[in-house]
């Protein structure tokens, strides 16, 4: 801070790690939706990160899958990264598909870059969506305030599109409505897309601490049970339901579903309780 860097200064810096030793296996119970010999779909739970990063060494999707398939995964990438094709953040929950082989791992990652990968995602958003089915465009960008989030951007940024459908709309004991249930597919899939273009839409991810917050508005009328629930999340209401793509070594096409998780539904029949009672 006292000194700014000036043309023809020298930069010496000792000591890099590159943290890129091999990861060892850790016995993680794995919820496992389909396997086979070239490549492995997991549901993966909320809180659970995909691989290694600052401050996540260990505990995470690489060391579970590392200790299921005794290290028989691809090795494209670093050596932190082992089968990963994809990934979905820490706090989402959901499918995520993981490579065997390389062969498996190239196809996959080809239909990922392409768009031709099937995503669907289950979202609960405060309030009303307007209009109730739509699709969300813009580029997105790091922000400048802080570089752990993401935003639209008008000059720069990747191409994100994100296309909704409501669902069902909640109400709270006055018969207003509180919540939304979304179903987003996604047309690209940029880092926190789905979580940016609904909170710039107006209609932040219920329990996203990142890019909303719980607005007083909505929970006025909720019981205290129900917004217990909500402050209990250890998320964003966010879940990848459907995975979808083209197998590389069956050429078939290969569709994969799962549940929402308990702590959402509990959540939603809560929320749904409000609009019944007198």
Known sequence: ????IALNDK?????????????????????????????????????LVVHPGAGNRTGTLVHAIVHHSNGELSDIGNNERPGIVHRIDKNTSGLIVVAKDNFT???????FSDHTIDREYVALVWGKVIPKKGKIESLLSRSNRNRKKMMSSNIKGKNAITHYKTIETLQDTRGNTVASLLLCKLETGRTHQIRV????????????????????????????QTIEII??????????????????KTKKKHIYQCDIPKNLR????????????K
């Open 266 to 277: 509990n959540l939603i029949d809560s929320i749904k309780k409000q609009g019944i009672e």
């Open 11 to 47: 930069i010496l810096i000792n000591n890099i790690e590159t943290n890129t030793t091999k990861i060892v296996g850790e016995n993680i119970k794995l919820n496992i939706v389909h396997e086979d010999n070239n490549l492995i779909v997991i549901n993966k739970p909320s809180g």
């Open 105 to 111: 791992h190239m196809k996959l990652s080809k239909q």
């Open 197 to 224: 273009h609904l909170s710039e839409n107006g209609n932040p991810i219920v329990g996203d601490k990142v890019y909303g917050r719980t607005p007083k508005n909505k929970t006025k009328y909720l019981h205290e």
């Open 231 to 248: 402050n209990s999340l250890d998320g964003q209401c966010l879940h990848a339901q459907t995975l979808g793509f083209i197998h590389p």
């Open 1 to 4: 801070p006292d000194y700014k």
